[in-house]
């Protein structure tokens, strides 16, 4: 069971429920990642929650399919 505070509070992200949490970012937030599938590479996209979006054969493939869905992928390291 979740406590969710009764107070205002200055920071939304502290009254999260874990379902917000799981939540957060979903429409928004993705990641790539790199597979070798039968020995062959394989760079599949995500969802937040890990699901399975997108495959190609190849990082640029990739991004071009992105791109034609108008989304696109940031260096976060």
Do not use: C, F
């Amino acid at each position: 069971m979740t406590k969710v505070p009764t107070q205002d509070v200055k920071n939304p992200l502290i009254a999260m429920t874990q379902n917000d949490l799981r939540e957060l970012g979903m429409e928004e937030v993705g990641y790539v990642r790199k597979y070798s599938v039968k020995g062959k590479p394989a760079w599949v996209l995500h969802a937040a929650d890990g699901t399975a979006l997108a495959v190609q054969e190849t990082m640029p493939a990739l991004q071009t399919s992105l791109q034609h869905h108008d989304l696109d992928i940031v260096s976060v390291h």
